[in-house]
Nanobody, 125 residues
Framework: QVQLVESGGGLVQAGGSLRLSCAASNRTFNRYYMGWFRQAPGKEREFVSA???????????YYSDSVKGRFTISRDNSKNTVYLQMNSLKPEDTAVYYC???????????????WGQGTQVTVSS
């Protein structure tokens, strides 16, 4: 079991930046694959980014095409925290952003077992 708490959402103008944080409760945090998903109003929840457990490929990162080059995922195992640095934000990035975790990773079909409560990101034009 792992509990996830996101923070860092807010309102920002287009072109601006935000950094989301996700604190995990589990002491074996470094064994978890961590990810970010988002859900815009009226749309399905979608994958944004993931970072593998340190034990597998040394923390490799993955991004959706829509955020590649603008967002950066990272993890600090000493703080049990994963981050999502979001730069060059666009109005279409507006969504509730969810942190997620699992001990397994299945690539493009990944749907983690554990989820945070979400944090709102609003990008104004």
């Amino acid at each position: 079991q792992v509990q996830l708490v996101e923070s860092g959402g807010g309102l920002v103008q287009a072109g601006g930046s935000l950094r989301l944080s996700c604190a995990a409760s589990n002491r074996t945090f470094n064994r978890y694959y961590m990810g970010w998903f988002r859900q815009a109003p009226g749309k399905e929840r979608e994958f944004v980014s993931a970072i593998t457990a340190i034990s597998w490929r040394g923390g490799s990162t993955y991004y959706s095409d829509s955020v590649k080059g603008r967002f950066t995922i990272s993890r600090d195992n000493s703080k049990n925290t994963v981050y999502l640095q979001m730069n060059s934000l666009k109005p279409e990035d507006t969504a509730v952003y969810y942190c997620a975790a699992d001990t397994l990773y299945s690539g493009s079909n990944w749907w983690p077992a554990y989820w945070g409560q979400g944090t709102q990101v609003t990008v104004s034009s």
